[in-house]
T-cell receptor, first 115, second 119 residues
């Protein structure tokens, strides 16, 4: 079955430290991979996506993610966390093999950045 | 980038009434729109997929007579929660995707969500 796993419910980091939010996927074929951020009572904001090309993708607010096909991972990273990065982060995948480009979401990882 | 709006952003209604939520693509033509439901501290659950001019495809377990979806134009889809009950209280999010061949085809663009509270 097609799926996306975010193994950590919560990630805690200190402001100024690097952060990583993990994501692995199980989708056949060539997936499209996305990261979204959600603030309380708000919709999803797009951060970045990988469709093809360079495995390292740079996105909004200084975030980046690396597509690793052999490990089927797409971890989200930022070199220096800000308190304002505290939010709920969703990894998502879509493609031909997810039922006609339906988007499958991970369970979400809550990021807490402490000042 | 492509912008999707939702209206209303929040609504409170009495049990037994019906509520309509609108999803609009503001700067592109959305051949496909998706409706999601999100419970507190949980991920998004796809409810249905609607293609312009045709009937919506509902996910397993979603009552099509309860959640009526209309996608009458390339920029507007509506979700009507009929005879709403407190258990229908949730955060409803729509997303839209453009036509095949358009730059807006490869990803979904999300609306800001609608918070429904049924008393």
């Amino acid at each position: 079955a097609q799926s996306v796993a975010q193994p950590e419910d919560q990630v805690n980091v200190a402001e100024g430290n690097p952060l990583t939010v993990k994501c692995t996927y199980s989708v056949s074929g060539n997936p499209y991979l996305f990261w979204y951020v959600q603030y309380p009572n708000r919709g999803l904001q797009f951060l970045l996506k990988y469709i093809t090309g360079d495995n390292l993708v740079k996105g909004s607010y200084g975030f980046e993610a690396e597509f690793n096909k052999s490990q089927t991972s797409f971890h989200l990273k930022k070199p220096s966390a800000l308190v304002s990065d505290s939010a709920l982060y969703f990894c998502a995948v879509s493609g031909l093999n997810t039922g006609g480009f339906k988007t499958i979401f991970g369970a979400g990882t809550r990021l807490f950045v402490k000042a | 980038g492509a912008v999707v709006s939702q209206h209303p952003s929040w609504v409170i209604c009495k049990s037994g009434t019906s509520v309509k939520i609108e999803c609009r693509s503001l700067d592109f033509q959305a051949t496909t729109m998706f409706w999601y439901r999100q419970f507190p501290k949980q991920s998004l659950m796809l409810m249905a997929t609607s293609n312009e001019g045709s009937k919506a495809t509902y996910e397993q377990g979603v009552e099509k007579d309860k959640f009526l979806i209309n996608h009458a134009s390339l920029t507007l889809s509506t979700l009507t929660v009929t005879s709403a009950h407190p258990e229908d209280s949730s955060f409803y999010i729509c997303s839209a995707r453009g036509a095949q061949g358009a730059t807006s085809y490869n990803e979904q663009f999300f609306g800001p969500g609608t918070r429904l509270t049924v008393l």
